[in-house]
């Protein structure tokens, strides 16, 4: 359950701002190198790469050369944003209830798992995350960190100037749950809409 007062709500993006379609990602890639899916998703998943992009090891343009060289193919900066847009549907029903949020003047933020190339391309991905939070959007390679380190959610109270115990975080992924818990916020396990406007409710946030 939610308790008031709630200050700042966090969201993920894939997963509950949007439906994320990993397999499609690795079709959309496929289509665009020639390469078979289980190798792309070897070479640049399950290597732990990607997961490196996450925690901001490279700039966009490192990372995008890198992507290239781990797969033996040049890939396009638009390539790369076409199969990383595709794969996801937009929660339209959740996108609104953040600009309910807005409106009734709660502090609302973006924090997702994500490298430097998609926090450069949000708007050419998923325009309406990009309007909803603007500077407000935040990628775990800001941090050098990811959601599984509690210490992502004190840095990003910091940029907010946010106080864990008023902030709820809302994840799909009871890892990042588990960790924004253990650094003092208030969470909620997304599984639909539904059931976060039951979470809501007994705080009086939307009124």
């Known amino acids: ?3 008031a007062p709630i200050e700042l709500i966090v969201f ?20 665009k190198t020639g390469l078979d899916t289980d190798f792309i998703d070897e070479r640049i998943f399950r290597s732990g790469f990607d997961d490196q992009g996450d925690q901001g090891r490279f700039s966009a343009a490192e990372y995008l050369r890198k992507f290239g060289d781990k797969l033996g193919v040049s890939v396009a900066r638009e390539d ?3 199969a990383r847009r595709v794969p996801m549907t937009p929660d339209t029903a959740m996108l609104a209830l953040v600009a309910r ?4 003047q709660v502090q609302v933020a973006m924090l997702t798992n994500n490298g430097p190339l998609l926090q450069e391309g949000l708007a050419e991905v998923f325009t309406q995350a990009a309007d909803l939070f603007g500077a407000q959007a935040y990628f ?4 050098s960190s990811t959601k599984e380190d509690p210490a992502i959610f004190h840095a990003l ?8 115990e008023r902030t709820l975080f809302i994840d799909d992924s009871e890892i990042y749950i588990a960790a924004a818990r253990k650094a003092g916020l208030q969470v909620h396990h997304f599984a639909g809409i539904d059931g976060l406007l039951a979470a809501l ?3 009086n946030i939307l009124i």
């Open 1 to 3: 359950m939610v308790k």
């Open 12 to 31: 993920d993006m894939d997963g509950v701002l949007c439906h994320y379609d990993f397999p499609r990602r690795l079709a959309c890639l496929a289509q």
């Open 80 to 82: 790369w944003l076409w």
């Open 101 to 104: 949020l807005q409106e009734q």
């Open 140 to 143: 775990s390679c800001q941090f």
């Open 157 to 164: 109270l910091d940029s907010l100037g946010g106080r864990a």
């Open 201 to 203: 409710e007994p705080a």
